[in-house]
């Protein structure tokens, strides 16, 4: 191979020494990598000045959320109606579905480099604003720039992290029991109403699955929404300050109620509870037919609705109602180091206070957090499903209780280990006494 | 021994010693440079890709990295995730288990699949190039998350498999919503996808030399016997390749497990496979210092087991060219 290819005969041994240098030059380079790249990193990663105090120049601002090709939509047309009003901002715009929706943000905050505005939701907005991440919005709220006048007031500040205002509610909702109206109509079956007792509710769906042949209720001891509902009730909650808020008897209790309504025959077996816990809302189990209700948020009706022909009924989870609140379904965050903090923040106050956006977003991401806009939206709304749902949810209003503190960082922890611990006990892995407490091991070391 | 290697297999760049041996001077080490400059592609790909990365996922296992806290501010916490994986976590020995478990029933199944099926179509008929194709094709989808959801909707509980099985009036499963059943249907989809060790092998067959066989005939062996003492040892390398890659495959196994339980290595973690705990740790719950230290002990692991491969092989795999002695 080398034969091949001569050798050209260059000028003698002048610099002769210059061919024992390529090994040295090579270390060199290896050296030089070895600083500049995590200089470019570090590089990126800091950064975060106003690029400028003139209001008009140009800005663009990157903004990432999570949805279908409806919430696309929408939201790209609200957008355009900020850039119609302020024509020197533009939007870099990214989306993606829900699941590894969070991986990405966490690796693009990671890598220095994560959008102006994000959405977020109540499961990770303690651990983004406890590290830093979220921009405080106090001041804003102070000077008026953030307007949250209109907002019930346990929704603005359940997006409150440590002092913090860290998230803006982007829109309201509230958990929602769903049920299949059809098949209890078809069999003269009574529907379930809010303020049953859980024992009511296991009872009636015993019923439902003796005469319609369909199981009464998922199994929601394996859902963080519909236990956080119950422990409320029992007067204690999912955390308090930096703690749980409950022991391991308060599982013990809540896996023996659900292992009673199983045996009952109030809920499916094991595998289709399972199926239900880990699908998305398209799925949910009163839409698939294998339940008769599903636990899921109130405002996910109209979304049910489209999966399904049947009629769908919404009540507040069993028990006493005030249990439940204002949940900030969603959140717009700012990036604290984002460069255009100030024109961000007046996007996102624009989405949740302006008439016309608000009309333009309609009711996807919840109830519209401004009370005159959700008045404005509910009395232009057409979709029965979605008339339904914000129905329901003004009737549900007038019993909120306050809303608990936003879950501590940890909470996905939780969240996935009460469905392990859940599952266990469904499938005869472990009684319900020690799966609840290894779940209070976990998630003590987990929220630590 | 097997490992031993001569200079063509591992021609290097010239050196300036042998440039200068060889008298050309300056033209040589222009040609050294050149050499780099061309290596340079995959020289910035090893170390901005991997090396570095690696290296500083070594830092971060001795820290509390948690994805969203900047840089400076990371702690050094010695060997705290080190201890907590061996002692304080439950959930790891778990998926070590599922893992270890995956990976001696899959490869060993996996691997006797693609061998009888290399045997089977190392013959003339015709059309055998049609089914060699047809039995690669599951493993061109390789690790595509289509195909695991393909395999997820053929093995719900009112899925392809159970419709099949209904037709012969067998009560099906729920498979993969079953903790008894979901890592057994994981073992099926990674035994299914035989097909590139089964080409390997193919391969491997086509340089067994036919003499051996016939001088084996003479001598009065069955097809058998031809098996066990021609065409096992004859083959020894070959298998003892492909064991050593598909066991490496095997403990890697992701995207199955990911896509098959939504990301949660249920039901009641028993698809719990190590990577998927690894992404768990690092994306889910944003312990990435947590997570690094899980993947360093992962790859020692994997390590010491090819190791362990290497040593063992000068029992029983031979080479045919004289240099297994």
Redesign the interface.
Known sequence: M?AATP???????A??H??????R??ANL?AA??VA?PLLF?AA?CGGEDASDDPNAPVKISIFWWGGDARAKLTEDALALYTKKHPNVTFEKTWQAN?GY??KL??L??GGNPPDIFQIDDNFLA??AA?N?TLDLTSYQQSGKVDTSRFPESLWKYGVVDGKLAGLAAGENTQGLVYNKTLLTKHGLPEPTTGMSWEQHIAWAAQVSAKAGMPGTQDPSADYKAFWVWLRQQGKDLYRDKALGFAAEDVTAWFELWKGARDRKATP????I??G???DVTKQLVVTGKAATSWVWANQLPELKKNTKDELGVVAYPGDPSAQWARASMYYSVFKGSKHRDAAVDVINFLVNDPEAAQVLGTDRGLPSNLDLRKQVAESATDPAMKLSMQVEEDLASTFGAAPQVPL??H??LK?EL??AA??VQ?G?ATPAEAAR?LVA?CT??IA | MALTTTPEQTRRP???VR??R?G??????????AG?VFLSPWLVGL??ITA?PMLLSLYLSFTNY??????PEVEWVGLANYRRMFT?D??YWHAVRVTVTFALVAVPLKLATALGVALLLNRTWRGVGLFRGLFYLPSLLGGSVALAIVWRSMF??DGAVNSFLAFFGIQGQ?WV???DWALETLMVLAIWQFGAPMVIFLAGLKQVPTELYEAAAVDGAGPFRQFLSVTLPMLSPVIFFNLVLETIHGFQGFTAAFVL????G????STLMYTLKLY?SG????E?GYASAMAWVFLVAIGLITAVFFSTGRFWVHYSDGSDS
């Open positions: 080398y050798v050209p005969a260059g000028p003698p041994a610099d002769h210059r061919t024992a240098r390529p090994g030059r090579l290896l990598t070895l790249v570090g990663a699941q969070f991986d966490a690796t905050t990671a651990e983004y590290r991440a077996t094991p595998d289709v399972h199926e816990n880990v699908t960082k940890g996905s922890t996935s469905t392990k599952e266990a499938f892995r290894q976990a070391a987990a | 010239p050196r300036p440039a200068t060889r050309s001077g300056p033209g040589a080490g222009r040609e050294g440079l780099y170390l901005g570095i948690d994805v969203l806290t900047p840089w304080a439950p959930a719900n509980a729920p919503n079953d903790p339980s939504n990301g949660t249920g039901p009641v973690d768990i994306f889910t719950d944003l990435m």
